[in-house]
């Protein structure tokens, strides 16, 4: 059956916690891979807590928790690590998918899709702004990035938050005295044929000093296609390439 908004709504709450299930952890070693590295810029930038704009075909939510003002800085720096650019880049070579021309200078945190269509391949702030900028954008009318025409909707969820933890157990190893930042992140739209769906997860794990012991989820985007209700019916179904 084709899915209604309400039940995609509930899709992506759900989302974050199927996204990361204890197998797929497993399958990745707890170290933070060779070539992430934090934007500087962005880990000291200030950004809100929380922000609901629920009126309308066009609408956001973000909620950014933490106790403190080293939860706020710890939390920051999770949100401004990013993968390394030639990796990504070389993905999207292999996959013959477009990143556009805006990839030229920015840190990566996608390997394919321009515009609305793009799809996460890391949960940052650079992410949670693209989608942002999309939403103020389309409700203000301005459909620049979808093609310059209308959408029915889109919606753009983000969780975030952070903890101490006086041990973490990784994959591999177990942590004491570190703080979990944990990354959530759901973007959908219907553009009058498809509703697609972009689920993604991220668990940073950080030392009290701002330093990156882990980083778990990335490539792991849930990809889950609809049919519009303006068009037919069906659904695909793909995870993060």
């Known amino acids: 059956m084709r899915p209604t908004r309400a039940e995609i709504g509930r899709l992506i709450c759900l989302g974050g916690l199927l996204l990361l299930a204890p197998a797929a952890l497993a399958r990745h070693a707890a170290t933070i891979p060779s070539g992430y590295y934090v934007d500087p810029s962005q880990a000291d930038q200030a950004r809100p807590a929380d922000r ?37 880049i070389d993905r999207a070579i292999e996959q013959t998918t477009e990143i556009g021309s805006d990839s030229t200078r920015a840190p990566l945190w996608w390997c394919d899709g321009v515009g609305v269509s793009r799809v996460p391949y890391a949960v940052t702030a650079g992410a949670v702004k693209h989608y942002t900028d999309l939403t103020d954008r389309f409700r203000a009318h301005n459909f620049r990035g979808a ?30 005295s570190v703080y979990v930042a944990e990354m959530s992140l759901a973007w959908s739209y219907d553009d009058g044929t498809f509703v697609p769906v972009s689920l993604a997860h991220r668990v940073v794990v950080l030392s009290r000093a701002g330093d990156v012991i882990s980083v778990e989820g990335d490539g792991l985007t849930d990809e889950q296609v609809y049919q519009s209700s303006h068009r037919g019916i069906g659904r695909s179904e793909s995870l993060m390439r």
């Open 52 to 88: 609901v704009e629920a009126d309308g075909d066009f609408t956001l939510s973000i909620h950014r928790t933490f106790e403190n003002p080293l939860e706020a800085r710890l939390l920051g720096i999770a949100e401004s690590i990013y993968p390394p650019r030639e990796r990504l």
């Open 147 to 176: 093609w310059d025409h209308n959408l029915f909707w889109t919606e753009f969820r983000y969780e975030a938050s952070i903890k101490l933890h006086d041990h973490y157990y990784m994959a591999d190893s177990t942590a004491s």
